[in-house]
């Protein structure tokens, strides 16, 4: 009995690991709170003494100026939540432009740096060691001063076919407009996606079974003509095309790729890409080099032994490492304030804020979003990265 009751003694002092780690976490959380409690006393204070009303009323007030870029309908009048629509589809825009072009470019030059061949190696690691170690806003500031500002004029548009029209103003092209035939195509598009699978798995395990390969993509291709071409003939075009025309000084009509989008994605993509090379030339090198030799002894050719052998393993290297990249353009993509392109902090955390004075509201906002946009990325690219993960049995 009395070395139990020393034990449970021993086991509540302050000697105890246990009981220190446990106190100095509790010390350490009333001091965050002590500070939280004090900064926002101190805000409301502020505010109140300078007669600044703080919530998010504003944003049913009408904004009362223009936007150059709006992927959703947008007039002078509307509400300033409106216009943080409009910056949060510019800001999803942009990123979803430069993780895509950036990928695909990296990856290509990641492979062009382990290239056999002595010329594409030297070039892309160039290209690798150029690009990577200039700041990613001296790379917009050079595309949009330096390259897009300097094409000529609307009158004298360098023109593909008169359907595409590049200036200085941006680039022009027809804008597809929905007809009656839409719905239809995409029932045929439907239809030839279910028809691919199915017959993807069915040639997968009769690969299984047999040892011999039949190929899905002829098929596939072959109904991705025919379909669409028929829904076409019955039903009438899906589309209607608005082709740019140049009237007065400037095009109407179409789509348009104002140059402050086209500098911003083409910089970020050109940045992140060295970077994502450097991840995907890692990744490859790190799966064992029996593994290109098993699959040389078997008889594989070299593209089939990377993409069915070497990619689905580096790809568990890979994946960490570009999640942060991808973040990091999503950042980075908060840059387009520096050349006007109207992206959600160039617009809310900028003019909105200037107009309006609610700037803990609009920055809160404003950091909430990207906080959001980065947790789901990294939620999408851990989901990935398990079901890619090996797993002992």
């Excluded at 990641?110 to 290209?127: C, E, Q, V």
């Excluded at 593909?160 to 045929?188: H, K, T």
């Excluded at 009237?247 to 910089?267: Q, S, Y």
Aim: net charge positive; charged share 10%; with cysteine.
């Amino acid at each position: 009995m009395f070395h139990r009751r020393s034990a449970v003694k021993g086991a509540l002092s302050f000697s105890h690991p246990a009981v220190r780690a446990w106190l100095f976490q509790i010390l350490a959380i009333l001091a965050v709170l002590a500070v939280a409690i004090y900064l926002i006393h101190n805000t409301v204070t502020n505010l109140s003494n300078r007669g600044i009303t703080s919530g998010f009323a504003f944003l049913d007030r009408g904004a009362g100026f223009g936007i150059v870029q709006h992927l959703i309908d947008y007039e002078e009048g509307d509400t300033y939540g409106r216009v943080f629509l409009v910056g949060l589809l510019n800001t999803l825009l942009v990123s979803a432009l430069c993780i895509v072009f950036a990928s695909i470019l990296g990856f290509f030059l990641g492979l062009a740096r382990l290239s056999d061949n002595w010329l594409l190696r030297k070039i892309s690691t160039i290209y690798i060691e150029t690009f990577r170690n200039i700041p990613p806003l001296l790379q917009i500031f050079f595309w949009y001063f330096a390259v897009l500002r300097n094409l000529p004029g609307p009158r004298q548009a360098v023109n593909a076919f008169e359907l595409a029209f590049l200036s200085n103003r941006g680039l022009y092209i027809p804008s597809p407009q929905m007809a009656e035939g839409l719905l239809p195509f995409i029932a045929a598009l439907v239809i030839v996606a279910a028809i691919s699978i199915g017959l993807f798995r069915y040639n997968r395990a009769y690969q299984i079974k047999t040892g011999q390969l039949r190929r899905t993509w002829p098929v596939t291709l072959g109904l991705l003509i025919v379909l669409p071409l028929l829904t076409h003939w019955i039903f009438g075009p899906a589309l209607h095309w608005d082709v740019p025309a140049l009237r007065g000084f400037n095009f109407r009509g179409g789509m348009v790729l104002i140059p402050e989008l086209a500098a911003l994605t083409l910089a970020l993509s050109i940045y992140t890409s060295a970077f994502i090379a450097e991840i995907i030339r890692a990744g490859i090198q790190a799966v064992p080099y029996g593994q290109h030799e098993a699959a040389r002894s078997l008889g594989i050719p070299n593209p089939v032994t990377l993409r069915q052998v070497i990619i689905p393993q580096a790809m568990r290297v890979i994946i960490p490492p570009l999640t942060s990249q991808y973040l990091n353009i999503v950042k980075n993509s908060s840059l387009a304030a520096a050349i006007g392109y109207p992206d959600m902090v160039s617009l809310f955390a900028g003019t909105v804020l200037n107009q309006t004075g609610q700037a803990i509201e609009t920055i809160a906002i404003t950091m909430s979003v990207y906080l959001i946009i980065s947790l789901t990325i990294s939620l999408l690219m851990n989901l990935y990265n398990r079901r890619i993960a090996l797993v002992e049995r």
